[in-house]
């Protein structure tokens, strides 16, 4: 059984940054494509970033293309956001999920598990 933990949210100004974890327990963690998804109030959720087995192959949504990193620790089992000029647009509550068949993707239905979110919350 799959269990994602996400932490590292928080509230932040507008130009700030935050750091999201995601550990994972699961065997074989350094197989598997991740992800990190978000959704703000009244919105669908949607992609932010996506990283495959070994961490050399990663892509971003236009919206935080340059802002966020998506990084991993297969040692640690644990993925991680790097989210840096952040702005209120930000705010949501971030997900990560694990993609347990095929290689990186953008889209939700992809993925087979996800944790319970973390809020991120940007101040203007």
């Known amino acids: 059984q799959v269990q994602l933990v996400e932490s590292g949210g928080g509230l932040v100004q507008a130009g700030g940054s935050l750091r999201l974890s995601c550990a994972a327990s699961?065997?074989?963690?350094?197989?598997?494509?991740m992800g990190w998804f978000r959704q703000a109030p009244g919105k669908e959720r949607e992609f932010v970033a996506t990283?495959?087995?070994?961490?050399?192959?990663?892509h971003y949504a236009d919206s935080v293309k340059g802002r966020f990193t998506i990084s991993r620790d297969n040692a640690k089992n644990t993925v991680y956001l790097q989210m840096s000029s952040l702005k209120p647009e930000d705010t949501a509550v971030y997900y990560c999920?694990?993609?347990?068949?095929?290689?990186?993707?953008?889209?939700?239905?992809?993925?087979?598990?996800w944790g319970q979110g973390t809020q991120v919350t940007v101040s203007s």
């Open positions: 990283v495959n087995w070994s961490g050399d192959i990663t």
């Open positions: 699961i065997r074989t963690f350094s197989n598997y494509a």
């Open positions: 999920a694990v993609r347990l068949y095929g290689s990186t993707s953008a889209t939700s239905k992809d993925y087979s598990s």
